[in-house]
């Protein structure tokens, strides 16, 4: 029943930006709390935006996660993008009860030259 779909992903310059969006259904959208997560191979799955104005540093000042709940849709705004943002970029909603979490598939960002 519940779906995340992420979208926006693909391949950018250096310094280029970048405007992820996830769409999501089948859940009561202002009872969650959603996040930014990415994943690059060989490393851990990291928290890069969510919460309450939560920014990994470093991301900080480059990204910015908007949510327009009319849509339940989540964005995440990149701008200055380094080779290292390199990753496949995943939309999390977790329950503010604690109880229940979402995952997308994921899109994929390549930062290269």
């Known amino acids: 029943q519940v779906q995340l779909v992420e979208s926006g992903g693909g391949v950018v310059q250096p310094g280029g930006s970048l405007n992820l969006s996830c769409a999501a259904s089948g859940l009561i959208f202002s009872f969650y709390i959603m996040n930014w997560y990415r994943q690059a191979p060989g490393k851990e799955r990291e928290l890069v935006a969510g919460?309450?104005?939560y920014y990994a540093e470093s991301v900080k000042g480059r990204f910015t996660m908007s949510r327009d709940n009319t849509k339940n849709t989540v964005y995440l705004q990149m701008f200055n993008l380094k080779p290292e943002d390199t990753a496949i970029y995943y939309c999390?909603?977790?329950?503010?009860?604690?109880?229940?979490?979402?995952w997308g598939q994921g899109t994929q960002v390549t930062v290269s030259s």
């Open positions: 999390n909603a977790q329950s503010t009860l604690g109880i229940a979490g979402y």
């Open positions: 919460g309450r104005g």
